[in-house]
Structures are given as C-alpha cells and as structure tokens.
C-alpha cells in the first residue's frame, strides 16, 4: 500500500496530551502524597491531533481543523502538528486548551489532571470554524469526525460534513447519535456502542449484532465498525455481518488503538480498497499499535511488513 496521494480532513476535538516523567523518593510533607522529581517533559498531540498524526504517519496527507484556546498550549498543538507535517488551522476560542497532564513516577501513572470546558462553541466561533472547513471539504478524499464529546462535534458540524458528498467516518461519543444521522461509517468501542444502547453491551459476536443492527437503523447509518478489544472488531451494515479478530500477539499499551483504526480506514477507503478490505488492514494496523510501548502510529512500512 502507498498513501501519499490521499488527502483526509479531520475534523473535531484536539487535545495536548503532556508527559511529567520522574522518579519518586520521598513522601510530601504537605500531603500523604509522593514527590516525584521530573526527570523528563513531553507533549504529543492528542484527540483528533492524534488521528491526524497516524494519517501523516502513515504516509498519507492530513488536514486537521479543531479548535483551541489562546493559550500556551494551543500553540503547542500547532506547532507539534506543524512539525509532523499536518496542514492544521486550529480556531482559537474562549475555552482553554484542553490539556491531559500525566505524571509518571518510574514505570507507573500516579496521576492524570485534565483540564478540560465541555460546551457548545459560541457562535461566532463555530462560524469561524466552519468558514475553515468548508473549503477543506472538497480537497479531501475522505472525511473523519473525531468525537470526544467536547462540544466541538455539534448538529450543524455533522450536517456540514455529513451532506458533503465525501465518504465520512464518525469516531462517536456519547449518547446523542441524532446528530450523526446518515453517516457513512460510525466506529464505536463497546463503551460506546453501550452508551448509545442504553444498556450495557456484552462482547459477544450476537449481542453485538443485536444492538448494532436496531442503532443502524435507528440512526441510518450506513456501517457500524464495533471496536472489542481484545475480541478484535465486528462489521454490522444492511448486507454484512463480519467479525474479524485482533491481529495483536502481546500487548503493551491500547490507547489511541482506536484512533489508529479511523485513521487507517480512512486511507484504505481513499485508496479505492472495497469495505472488507479496509476493515481488515485498520485491525492489522490497531494490532501492531497495541504491541508498542508509548508511540500511539505506526508507519506504512511496519503496515506493509505484516
Ligand atoms: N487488549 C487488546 N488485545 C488485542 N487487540 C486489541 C486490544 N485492545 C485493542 N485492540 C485492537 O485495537 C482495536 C481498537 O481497540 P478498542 O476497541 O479498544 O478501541 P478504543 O476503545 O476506541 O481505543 P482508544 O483507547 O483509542 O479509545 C481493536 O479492534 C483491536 O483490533
Ligand atoms: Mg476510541
């Protein structure tokens, strides 16, 4: 496979994911709490930022259009999404940055602190945000709605991208689907799909299949693609039915594995590859990932190699 002349927008909630590594050898004074030391810093991109960095990962083209604040932080974002080459414009707004800070005391996560205003974009702000997507709409060959249930991804967004004539991917969240009505393609873990149901989902091929099929209609959405975990992943549309099994050995770390599934689906739709094809070759990519400390991508190359 060869990606580079594939053009995917994304669009939806970025977010800074940043790193305190350390160690720890004493206790605080001030708290029944550790010190750690910081040995280390690091920010990576994160969210949507994250999808569109598997994008350029893997050699294909990105463009990232989301929103962040006037902040630091912000302009952190752009310019780790500059430095991978992602085409990003990122509409400054009234809400800070939103921020993951992990602090890692030798090999374990002692703490996370988000910083993070869920709400609805003013309106000047979603018309700024607009006004950067609609020229991106018809550059791109196909579309990805990357939702962390912020407040970005909201009614009129979808229908903008929706109605396009582009193939769209949804990564869903949250319990309102109204708004995704019509999509393509909607990819949701079990939690998600869970959410939405109403009641929790099992991860079992039938049950699975059961609440799928009664969100595919209720939502009209063209294909569910259910993410399982180590159950690998399941594609439920009007005409198929496939369950296709992780392709993971060992695993190390599975976060971002989802993101990785968008964004690798996203470049097999654009490069002509028929739905079952592409499904399998976002499972082979989310099963190397997975076998990865740290690093959330993987390149064309280890794609490729399997
Ligand atoms: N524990 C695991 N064992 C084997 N494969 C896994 C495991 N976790 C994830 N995968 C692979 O990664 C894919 C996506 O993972 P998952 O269903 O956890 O998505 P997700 O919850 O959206 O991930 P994210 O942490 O990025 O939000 C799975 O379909 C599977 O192929
Ligand atoms: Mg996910």
């Not at 994304?10 to 550790?34: H, I, N, Q, T």
């Not at 910083?115 to 997507?133: G, S, V, Y």
């Not at 582009?166 to 109204?178: E, L, R």
Request: with cysteine; net charge neutral; glycine share 8%.
């Amino acid at each position: 496979m060869e990606f580079s002349k594939y053009r995917i927008l994304v669009v939806g909630d970025v977010m800074l994911d940043r790193y305190y590594f350390g160690k720890v050898d004493r206790v605080s004074p001030e708290a029944p709490v550790p010190i750690v030391s910081i040995t280390g810093e690091e920010s990576r991109l994160g969210g949507a930022a994250n999808v569109a960095h598997n994008i350029v990962s893997l050699g294909g083209k990105a463009i990232l259009r989301g929103a962040v604040g006037r902040d630091l932080e912000g302009r952190e974002l752009e310019r780790l999404a500059a430095r991978e080459g992602i085409q990003a414009t990122l509409v400054k707004t009234a809400r800070p940055t939103i921020v993951k800070a992990r602090v890692i005391g030798g090999r374990q996560q002692i703490v996370r602190v988000d910083r993070e205003q869920c709400a609805l974009p003013a309106a000047d702000e979603r018309t700024r945000l607009e006004n950067e997507i609609a020229p991106a709409i018809k550059d791109a060959h196909v579309i990805i709605i990357s939702d962390y249930n912020k407040g970005l991804v909201t009614d009129s967004l979808c229908a903008l991208l929706v109605g396009s004539q582009k193939t769209v991917i949804i990564d869903p969240k949250g319990a309102d689907w109204n708004k995704y009505r019509g999509a393509d393609w909607v990819t949701p873990n079990l939690k998600e799909l869970s959410d939405v149901a109403g009641h929790p989902v099992d991860n079992d091929d039938q049950s699975i299949e059961e609440s799928g099929r009664e969100i595919l209609r209720r939502h009209a959405i063209r294909r569910l693609l259910v993410t399982r975990s180590e159950r690998g992943m399941t594609l439920l549309s009007d005409r198929e039915t496939l369950h296709v099994p992780t392709h993971a050995q060992e695993v190390f770390d599975v976060c971002g594995a989802g993101d990785t599934v968008v964004a690798t689906l996203a470049l097999a739709l654009a490069a002509g590859l028929p739905a079952i094809d592409s499904i399998r070759l976002a499972n082979k990519a989310a099963g190397i990932v997975v076998q990865k400390t740290g690093t959330a991508t993987l390149t064309i190359d280890e794609l490729n190699a399997v």
